[in-house]
């Protein structure tokens, strides 16, 4: 069965600082990844995704995410943080076949001082 | 395009008592999906809907149905709410849910609380 992981219930950092917030998966086969953002009393907004090539990929709002294959990971990066950043982010895996059924994480809290 | 709308916004319930989540979509997909969002468990499938005239349960579909209206409309219905359903519920759509690396749109959610 597939699984997420973000061991970061919240994550702190300073405005203009760079932010990593982690993910770790378990699937079988290769992984389609996601990262959703969630902004108070809102739905979840689509990020950016990682379905193959490079391991590098770029979203919304100046995000990237980097896949490591080995280490199973897919963390969320930005390099300079906004105070409007502050969010809950989720990670969410879906196996590469069959019907999208995606698996999320529990989130973790981003939050940015000014 | 409003993309993905839910009603109501926020409800309160009694044990026992029954309730139809809304869910409507207005960006022509095919699949829709409801999920539950509770602290510390992300977000949990309940049932899904490939395409219209089909459902499926999710992980978590014990005490809700489902009806998929047609295209745009996917409702979700408590027959007997127990405080352990107290939670936000979001609906979401894709274009067509076969190709995993679909985005999924979510819309605003509806926040149920159970008394």
């Known amino acids: 069965a597939q699984s997420v992981a973000q061991p970061e219930d919240q994550v702190n950092v300073a405005e203009g600082n760079p932010l990593t917030v982690k993910c770790t998966y378990s699937v079988s086969g290769n992984p389609y990844l996601f990262w959703y953002v969630q902004y108070p009393n809102r739905g979840l907004q689509f990020l950016l995704k990682?379905?193959?090539?490079?391991?590098l990929v770029k979203g919304s709002y100046g995000f990237e995410a980097e896949f490591n294959k080995s280490q199973t990971s897919f963390h969320l990066k930005k390099p300079s943080a906004l105070v409007s950043d502050s969010a809950l982010y989720f990670c969410a895996v879906s196996p590469n076949t069959g019907f999208q059924k995606l698996v999320f994480g529990t989130g973790t809290r981003l939050l940015v001082s000014p | 395009n409003a993309g993905v709308t839910q009603t109501p916004k926020f409800q309160v319930l009694k044990t026992g008592q029954s309730m139809t989540l809304q869910c409507a979509q207005d960006?022509?997909?095919?699949?829709m999906y409801w999920y539950r969002q509770d602290p510390g468990m992300g977000l949990r499938l309940i049932y899904y809907?490939?395409?219209?005239?089909?459902?499926d349960k999710g992980e978590v579909p014990n005490g809700y149905n489902v009806s998929r209206l047609n295209k745009r409309e996917f409702s979700l219905r408590l027959e007997s709410a127990a405080p352990s359903q107290t939670s936000v519920y979001f609906c979401a759509s894709s274009v067509t849910g076969t190709g995993a690396e679909e985005t999924q749109y979510f819309g605003p959610g509806t926040r149920l609380l159970v008394l």
């Open positions: 960006m022509n997909h095919n699949s």
């Open positions: 990682y379905i193959t090539g490079d391991n």
């Open positions: 809907s490939a395409s219209e005239g089909t459902t």
